[in-house]
């Protein structure tokens, strides 16, 4: 069916609470460092080219402000780097704790882009309270990753989204969704996050997104995975206790409300309920508890003005590297605890609890939107239409995801045929640690492949697959396999990718999908004599066989009785249906 031909129809959304906040003051309105945002009201964001000239302009004003490339997307279009530090010293080598915050993952939600613009024009312009934190801390931004996406922009990208007018798009040049492929690594754009991860080990990883969802009262969203189902319990209990107080009381006195990252369980009723995600490996904040880096997913309310949620941004932001300058000492700890980490086992995926949690809005109310279920014409169902008024809900369920759905025993070690060049390459750029075995053979285990279940669409660029697994031991030479010992400060990651049974792992994507496919065959003029000498060389198989016999639908099919034989003989793919990483446990 063709687009709607008439432009000047756009969305309507619910009506909105007024606003005003003292974060108002932060805007310019003239002189030389008017942002781009600012001098068109925030009704717009620059464009790819206007926002690498500001950025130059930025660098080009102050020596402690460098711009740099760290990257290219698919079409060419480069990835930029903006570094803050005092005297421009370099961040990796001046000992101080580092702050990263990440814009435009999702190009159309740009928010940190302007935001961060800003509070580096202040920067530059004398803003004390900066000058003090950046003397005792490092800045990182990303202005825009999705740089091929942010150009796909027009009023008609974000159905549930106010401003900017000229927002861009989701996905990247390819159609792949960057914040889906943080294991996986397929895009050139997240390849270049991992690298200035790895280069530059920042304290603080923010990445900054809008929501989409309900509407609620709350401006500035943000989450992490939780202490009750973490991988990083130190570092979770450092968000909790410190950064959530430094910015919601910050975001308070500016005028904006903070709340928490929240889903609702059912969107045809949002009194059942909301969920408070743990988040798997495919996502920022999942990836980051997994590689011990303290990493926060900002989600402003889609449905606040463009300008409200970037003045909320800012302020985040600020209170952010505040929070890391001056906790910096507790938090770096919390860091070198988890790296230490080495469980003896680990859950690779959590579902939400059957019973909800009452008591977290028993005493203070979340701070919902009114709505109505009206019957609607259009669906031929009962709707939701928020109301635009405010209304505080007591005892709203809370579903936590802390049960744990797949957990395994961590193994000493996996071993990767050297041929798997794909997912080498992919370990090596997550920063794990691969070595050579220091044996020559070993008894190692290896599972079995049953009962495949693919995907029936394509998911970001890949065919997932699911299966059952069992285990045997075998001995094994050891001359052509890569090891990846778990004993890192990246361990639990490598298995998190690496065991089979996990909804982020490399077998799951399709990286092994090889596995599944046999390219030798039995011609039944060789198999037929072949299948004679072993029934008479073997009475167990011969009984195996007559036993089989007596299920005729067995006994009428020429290629079962056939393929009985072949599965047993030396000819058979003894790689067929086989996980061809190894393990030592």
């Given amino acids: 069916m063709a687009a709607d031909s008439s432009p000047s129809i756009q969305a309507p959304l619910p009506p909105l609470l007024p606003w005003q906040g003292a974060s108002e003051q932060l805007i310019v309105s003239e002189g030389q460092w008017v942002t781009p945002a600012e001098a068109i009201g925030f009704k717009t964001t620059p464009d790819y080219t206007a926002t690498r000239a500001f950025a130059e302009k930025l660098a080009a004003a102050s020596k402690d ?22 005297d421009g010293s370099d961040p990796r080598k001046n000992g101080k704790p580092t702050l990263l915050a990440q814009a435009g993952i999702h190009s159309g939600e740009i928010d940190g882009k302007d935001a961060s613009f800003m509070l580096l024009r202040d920067y530059i312009n004398g803003d004390q309270e900066l000058q003090r934190l950046v003397e005792r801390a490092n800045l990182l931004v990303i202005p825009i990753l999705n740089v091929d996406g942010h150009e796909r922009a027009g009023p008609y990208t974000r159905m549930n989204q106010r401003g900017p007018e000229n927002a861009g798009w989701r996905t990247n040049g390819n159609n792949l969704n960057l914040n889906r492929d943080y294991t996986k690594l397929d895009t050139p754009e997240l390849r270049a996050v991992m690298d200035i991860i790895n280069d530059y080990q920042p304290e603080l990883y923010l990445d900054i997104h ?10 500035i969203t943000y989450g992490y995975n939780g202490a009750f189902a973490s991988d990083s319990p130190a570092i979770a209990t450092w968000l909790e206790q410190q950064l959530q107080g430094d ?12 709340g928490p990252l929240i889903f609702g369980v059912n969107y045809d009723e949002f009194s059942d309920g909301i969920s408070h995600w743990t988040a798997s490996p495919r996502f920022s904040n999942g990836l980051g508890d997994l590689r011990h880096t303290p990493t926060v997913l900002v989600e402003n309310h889609s449905l606040k003005p463009y300008r409200q949620r970037v003045l ?209 065959y039995a011609e039944p003029y060789a198999l037929v004599p072949l299948a004679e000498k072993m029934l008479a060389q ?48």
């Fill in 65 to 86: 402000i460098r711009v740099a490339d760290i990257g290219h997307a698919s079409s060419g279009r480069a990835i930029q780097l903006i570094t803050l530090s005092a």
């Fill in 210 to 219: 809008v929501t989409d969802g309900e509407d609620y009262q709350y401006d």
């Fill in 312 to 520: 909320g941004t800012y302020v985040l932001i600020k209170a952010a590297l505040a929070s890391v300058a001056e906790h910096s000492s507790a938090l770096q700890k919390a860091i070198a605890s988890d790296r230490k980490r080495r469980p003896r086992t680990q859950v690779l995926a959590w579902t939400a609890n059957e019973e909800p949690d009452l008591s977290v809005y028993a005493d203070k109310p979340f701070k919902g939107m009114a709505y109505e279920k009206t019957k609607n014409p259009i669906s031929g169902d009962e709707r939701v239409v928020w109301l635009g008024k405010a209304k505080d809900y007591f005892k709203l369920p809370v579903f936590r995801d802390e049960v744990k759905a797949v957990e395994v025993t961590v193994p000493k070690a996996f071993y990767i045929p050297r041929h798997d060049a794909l997912v080498i390459s992919r370990l090596k750029a997550h920063g794990i640690q691969l070595g050579k075995p220091k044996r020559e053979s070993a008894t190692l285990t290896r599972f079995s492949i049953s009962e495949p279940e693919f995907a029936e669409a394509p998911f970001e660029g890949h065919f997932r697959v699911n299966a059952k697994f069992t285990k045997e031991n075998i001995e094994t030479s050891l001359a052509n396999y890569i090891e990846v010992n778990t004993d890192q400060p990246l361990g639990e990651l490598a298995v998190a990718l690496l065991d089979p049974r996990g909804p982020d792992s490399f077998f799951q994507w399709g990286f092994f999908n090889q596995s599944f496919q046999r390219t030798e």
């Fill in 247 to 258: 910015i919601d009381s910050a975001l308070k006195e500016a005028g904006h409300i903070p």
């Fill in 538 to 585: 073997d009475p167990k198989l011969k009984k195996a066989f007559e036993e089989r016999l007596q299920d005729k639908s067995f006994a009428d099919d020429p290629r079962a009785r056939l393929a009985f034989f072949y599965e047993r003989s030396r000819y058979y793919d003894q790689a067929y249906m086989q996980y061809p990483v190894l393990m030592q446990y």
